[in-house]
Each structure stands twice: as C-alpha cells, then as structure tokens.
C-alpha cells in the first residue's frame, strides 16, 4: 500500500531547460510535503516543503506546486544545473504524527 | 562538525549474528529517526523517537530494537541478524517549530548480511 508514489523512476533533461518531477499521494489526511535530494552513498538532504494551505513554495530555481484535488505535487527546478544530478524523493506527513511516507524516488539526470 | 552522524557506515555480518548501529545528532532536535532502505531503494520509516519516549514502530520485528539512552541518540539493535535485513539504513532527526517538518538525515549504514 503505497500512499505516496513517484512513477517516474529517472529523468534526463538538458542543462539550463526545467526539470519537473512529480508526485502523487492517496492519503487525503497528509497536509506537510517535502522534498529530498539524494547523491549516492550520502543521505537525503532536505529540499523544500510546502504546507496543504498553500499551493506553491519557492525556493531560488526550487519550486514545489501543491494540487489538493489531484493529490499531486510537483518539483520544477529551473535553470537545471548538472550538480542537480541526484535522486529526489518526495515524502508526505499528517502533522503531529511524525510519521514520514516517502516516495520510491526519481533519479535525475542533467546533461550537460 | 556533522549534523547526524551514523556508526558504522559498512558492517558485513553472518546470519544469526547480533549487531547494534549507533546514531547521534549534534542539533539539538527532540525527534529521532530510523529508515530501512531495501534493495528496491523504497525509503520506509522503522521507529521514531520523540524526547526519548517511541512514537512510532512500523510492524517492525521485535529482533529489531531501538534505545535511545538521550536525546542526542538513538541506537539500532539487530538480533538473530537474517538475509533479509541486508539493507541501507538511515537515522534522521528533526524538530518541529512552526510546522517545519524537515529531517536531517545521517550518511546511512550500509549493512550486508551473509
């Protein structure tokens, strides 16, 4: 049962274009999203996040976009530089349960 | 000057084999975290830690045991180690200060069982 999927395992997109990965959930109840960035043999650094009362958070070339009714969420990074190359996870919570469901991740590739 | 820092990063062992890993985190967070990776790379929470007192215990095995002797630690006990729990396996930490939910994450412990 997973509540929290990226269907996109990998992603390749030029240096200097937008990369967008996205995200869906199940769980009506998650209202906190996150996410992460992951290079090999390190642990997943935080991103950014963004709160169910919003439906945008940007961060400098970070923006995560909230879709309540979709249960969708999206991670456009702009200009993609090839230091982006990592895996990104996406992780949602019910606030006060401290309990973090993360998705299987999507490995992104920037060419340069 | 590490954040969370995890102990040790490899650890190959025998099957039915006991084996602790050790987690601290400089940050002064009240939460802790451990996550289990499996070959799959699906990130899935095992136990959570607030204030020394578990929160939460994902249908883990009791062979698995968490102590968390303070604040600034949480320790992993594996007993009667299986080939199944050949993992990657994080320690996280955060705390939560006006909805701010983000975890800092450990470097992993890769552990490989034979």
């Known amino acids: 049962d997973q509540q929290v999927k990226q269907n996109s395992p990998s992603l390749s997109v030029q240096e200097g274009r937008i990369s967008i990965l996205n995200c869906d959930y199940t769980?009506?109840?998650?209202?906190?999203f996150l996410w992460y960035k992951k290079y090999p043999a390190e642990g997943p650094t935080f991103l950014i996040s963004?709160?169910?009362?919003?439906d945008k958070n940007e961060d400098g070339r970070f923006t995560v976009f909230l879709n309540k009714s979709a249960k969708h969420l999206s991670l456009h990074i702009v200009p993609s530089q090839p230091g982006d190359s990592a895996v990104y996870f996406c992780?949602?919570?019910?606030?006060?349960?401290?309990?973090?469901?993360f998705g299987t991740g999507t490995r992104l590739k920037v060419l340069a | 000057d590490t954040a969370v820092s995890q102990t040790p990063k490899y650890l190959v062992t025998q099957m039915g084999n006991d084996k602790s890993i050790k987690c601290e985190q400089n940050?002064?967070?009240?939460?802790m975290y451990w996550y289990k990776q499996d070959s799959k790379k699906f990130l899935k929470i095992m136990f959570s830690?607030?204030?020394?007192?578990?929160?939460i215990n994902e249908t883990v095995p009791n062979r698995f045991s968490p102590k968390s002797p303070d604040k600034a630690h949480l320790n992993l006990h594996i007993n009667s180690l299986e080939l199944g729990d050949s993992a990657v396996y994080f320690c996280?930490?955060?705390?939560?200060?006006?909805?701010?939910?983000?975890?800092?994450f450990g470097p992993g412990t890769r552990l490989t069982v034979t």
């Open positions: 996280a930490s955060s705390q939560v200060l006006d909805a701010s939910y983000e975890q800092y």
């Open positions: 769980n009506s109840m998650f209202d906190y």
């Open positions: 963004i709160s169910s009362i919003k």
């Open positions: 992780a949602a919570e019910t606030s006060g349960t401290y309990k973090y469901i």
């Open positions: 940050l002064g967070h009240d939460t």
């Open positions: 830690y607030n204030n020394k007192e578990l929160i």
